[in-house]
């Protein structure tokens, strides 16, 4: 899959005219409402999912150029203004882990050969995290970034449905490829993530709430997932259905072998038309098998391996690559790494993985101290998803792309879980007795005995 590192540089040009806005006046922000704010998130939200859906998809792919470049400029724009809206919350709570990310990525910017191909690009990410990642927090961000989830999420459910559909019905594949299935979307390593994504969430329902209709969106985005032949969402998605299960194992195992049925089902979905002599089995794993010949990424990976040696404190610059190598595209800048962790080590050097783990590990070790004050419901959601991303992330380089949807979904997600353990934590501060810097005196268990008045003149 070709990483979308090439989001045009209309962000960077975009935000520089508009820098002038980005400082805020105090004055007009006690004036917002809690309702104009909501309904501003929502407006963003929505619109900025609708577009980076919509851009992944087999009409702009079959219309080209033509809607192509207006949607990138449109995308870019929504997301300066989305960066606009949240600092109307001011500074907020900064994050110094995520601080430090951006840090890290910015001085790679020092050792770029193609210094007008990074700049945009890394400008843009900013903004992007930013607005939506776990940089800092205002209730601007948490309402931005909760509509954003939503919304984004609910879209990822229609395309696998519709993809779904669009198997059922025998329809040719419009995007890029005849092996693979690929639906609505334009490309199967797309489409496949995106079902994923839909079956874990549907399976955490599933299991929480015992939702048939959660059972059945499960395998429909299994299923999807399935057709689509990508190795790596696959590997994903077992590694997340793992996880589930681990959770819910730990408390009710009933449940959690009944969640296992519909994986069995599903094993004889595709066992049984292999015994009747149908074909489509036999495609999917044709399909995965000219995968393992072709699209291999060992090649974008010793290219990529090579340069961070070249550079391994800093890199060789944000989103950048050495020209003539495997994986880079001289016209547009675009960079296919085929894996973020190796993305980060090739762009960003040492620098930028340590400070991407330290985010994550601090995420991490916040919400396991806060566990014991969240649902089970949010257990199995952040551990579904955090086996998702971290195996996923290993095989495809969407990390640093800003005009990746897929990037957009992790980035919100990670936000959004950011709000979660902090709401957690200031519940929690509320909750404890304030007994620091103060004096506990002893209740004494009787009324200390005082002489009379007369005793007392006498004395």
């Not at 508009?18 to 917002?32: E, V």
């Not at 776990?134 to 989830?149: E, K, M, N, S, V």
């Not at 969240?374 to 955090?386: D, I, K, P, Y």
């Not at 957009?408 to 959004?416: A, D, E, N, Q, R």
Request: net charge positive; with cysteine.
């Amino acid at each position: 899959m070709l990483c979308e590192l090439s989001l045009p540089t209309e962000v960077g040009r975009l935000s520089l005219c508009m820098a002038a806005t980005l400082t805020i006046p105090s004055q007009i922000q006690p004036s917002l409402s809690a309702s104009k704010v909501y309904r501003g998130a929502a407006f963003l939200a929505v619109f900025i999912a609708v577009c980076y859906v919509f851009r992944g998809t087999v009409v702009v792919y079959n219309a080209g150029e033509v809607l192509s470049r207006p949607l990138a400029a449109i995308s870019a724009a929504a997301i300066v203004a989305a960066a606009i809206y949240v600092m109307l919350g001011g500074v907020g709570q900064p994050n110094f882990f995520g601080l430090l990310l951006l840090g890290a990525t910015g001085a790679s910017l020092l050792h770029c050969d193609r210094f007008d191909f990074a700049w945009p690009r890394w400008l843009g990410w900013v903004l992007l995290v930013w607005s939506i990642g776990p940089i800092t927090l205002t209730r601007f961000h948490i309402q931005f970034r909760g509509a954003l989830f939503r919304h984004l999420n609910r879209l990822f459910l229609w395309c696998t449905i519709a993809s779904f559909a669009w198997w059922l019905l025998g329809l040719p594949n419009l995007g890029r490829g005849t092996y693979y299935h690929t639906g609505v979307m334009w490309q199967s390593t797309l489409l496949a993530p995106i079902a994923a994504i839909v079956a874990v969430r549907a399976l955490c329902n599933a299991v929480f709430k015992n939702s048939h209709r959660s059972y059945v969106i499960f395998l429909i985005g299994l299923m999807t997932c399935t057709l689509a032949a990508s190795r790596a969402a696959l590997a994903a998605l077992g590694a997340a259905i793992a996880a589930i299960l681990i959770v819910r194992l730990k408390r009710d195992p009933i449940v959690a072998m009944a969640a296992a049925l519909p994986i069995a089902a599903f094993a004889g979905f595709l066992a049984l038309p292999m015994l009747l002599g149908d074909s489509s089995s036999s495609h999917i794993s044709a399909s995965l098998q000219r995968k393992g010949l072709v699209h291999s990424r060992e090649g974008h990976w010793q290219d990529r391996l090579d340069e961070f040696r070249s550079s391994p404190w800093l890199g060789v610059g944000f989103a950048s690559a050495w020209e003539a190598t495997k994986g880079f595209d001289e016209n547009s800048g675009a960079v296919e790494t085929g894996s973020s962790y190796i993305a980060m080590l090739s762009m960003t050097g040492l620098s930028g993985i340590i400070a991407f783990g330290l985010l994550m590990s601090n995420l991490l070790r916040r919400f396991w101290v806060q566990r014991t004050r969240l649902t089970q419901e949010v257990h199995l959601q952040v551990a579904g998803m955090t086996a998702f991303w971290l195996v996923h992330l290993g095989a495809e380089g969407y990390i640093y792309a800003s005009g990746s949807v897929l990037g957009l979904s992790f980035w919100s997600w990670m936000g959004c879980v950011h709000d979660v353990v902090h709401h957690s934590e200031s519940s929690s501060k509320l909750a404890e007795p304030q007994v620091r810097n103060t004096v506990v005196r002893p209740v004494p268990l009787h009324r200390p005995y005082v002489r009379p008045k007369w005793q007392r003149k006498a004395s």
